[in-house]
């Protein structure tokens, strides 16, 4: 049988799949601080993405998570939850800091890249010590105009070998 797209008709389509089980299934679940409220149902947005809004039990807030990501528990908590582990740093330092993090995650995972994750240099540091580390030790506008690099090129990135240098300076780094 021929097929167009990333799913087969039948059971595997997103449409196939009964909304009311799943939200059960969801209202089972342990969210932590967060909730469904009463009488929210799962929505079917663009592209067959499903959608439902949580109630955070500690801002009050309520937003909207993809259902897939609720189901395979990449979502835990509240957003207002990962801006309170960085309240006494600098926020514009903090969002770029993320971003950097995100990216050096992915270049080490990425096995062809052979710059990094084929030579086997990997992130050693979470998250949230990789943020704190360089967000007490460097101001944002230092961090917005360099880039993170690695003392030791061979190193990993880890607490003892990460630095804020110009791009300039990084790329020239090579040894």
């Not at 961090?143 to 990084?170: F, K, M």
Request: aromatic share 6%.
């Amino acid at each position: 049988m021929k097929h167009r797209g990333q799913f087969k008709s039948g059971n595997k389509h997103p449409r196939a799949v009964n909304l009311k089980e799943r939200l059960v299934e969801i209202r089972e679940m342990d969210l932590g601080s967060l909730r469904v409220p009463t009488g929210e149902k799962i929505r079917r947005e663009n592209r067959s993405r499903q959608m439902l809004k949580l109630e955070c039990a500690f801002c009050g807030e309520i937003r909207d998570f993809h259902v897939d990501n609720i189901l395979s528990r990449k979502t835990k908590t509240c957003r207002c939850m990962k801006e309170s582990k960085y309240e006494d740093l600098d926020p514009e330092a903090v969002r770029i800091l993320g971003g950097r993090y995100d990216a050096a995650l992915q270049r080490c995972n990425d096995l062809t890249n052979m710059r990094y994750g084929g030579r086997g240099i990997r992130v050693l540091v979470s998250r949230h010590d990789y943020i704190e580390h360089l967000a007490l030790k460097y101001t944002a506008s230092k961090i917005a105009a360099g880039d993170v690099d690695r003392i030791d090129n061979s190193g990993h990135y880890e607490i003892g070998n990460l630095r804020i240098v110009s791009r300039a300076e990084n790329a020239r780094n090579k040894g």
